[in-house]
């Protein structure tokens, strides 16, 4: 922390993501309902909220699988409960090919660091970004949302990133235990 101003200093560089490299996006499987023909992920998984400066995702070269349903389960929701981790699917995307879908669009990166220890429910998320979406007209941005949704789909066997969220039940269990005295809200982990 900062002592003079009171702000927490990030102890991470933003680095340029390159081109070729993946960037992560969990995704609510709730919604994923078989039977009705539901494409998914769907335009509404990659909505941009009014408090959001960009579209979180998880820069891949900083993080891995398992660490990213981790951070998850380690999140508190809204209501100041922990994230279901379980109901999560996790996609990635090639950088460039974001970059593709319009010019003005950006994609940076944005390490999350809340403190050393971080607090409860905020875990330290080195490999946040964010895909800032320019400001264009709402059916220009509507039509981004359904490219990256299309993209997931099409490019199934290869974005979307298969792991076994139970193996870590045990894990998730023991660090929520641990409240804030983790590896994901101290420094030593990164």
Not at 56 to 69: A, C, F, K, P, V
Not at 72 to 89: D, M, V
Not at 148 to 164: I, P, V, W
Not at 166 to 189: A, G
Request: charged residues 25%; aromatic residues 10%.
């Amino acid at each position: 922390m900062d002592e003079e101003t009171g702000l927490i200093t990030c102890p991470w560089p933003v680095e340029p993501i390159p081109g070729n490299e993946y960037l992560s996006r969990h995704v609510l499987a709730s919604g994923l309902i078989k039977e009705s023909g539901r494409r998914f992920p769907s335009e509404s998984d990659f909505i941009l909220r009014e408090t959001e400066d960009g579209l979180s995702h998880y820069w891949n070269r900083h993080i891995s699988l398992e660490d990213i349903y981790i951070t998850i389960a380690l999140t508190h929701n809204a209501k100041g409960a922990y994230k279901e981790y379980t109901s999560f699917k996790i996609f990635q995307i090639e950088n460039n090919y974001i970059k593709s879908l319009n010019d003005s669009l950006k994609v940076e990166h944005n390490p999350a660091f809340f403190g050393n220890p971080a607090p409860v429910g905020s875990p330290n998320n080195r490999s946040h970004s964010l895909v800032i979406f320019p400001k264009v007209e709402e059916e220009e941005l509507l039509q981004i949302r359904i490219n990256l949704a299309t993209f997931c789909q099409k490019n199934y066997e290869t974005s979307y990133r298969e792991f076994d969220v139970k193996s870590i039940k045990e894990k998730v269990v023991h660090l929520r235990e641990k409240t804030n005295d983790t590896p994901y809200h101290r420094l030593e982990h990164h």
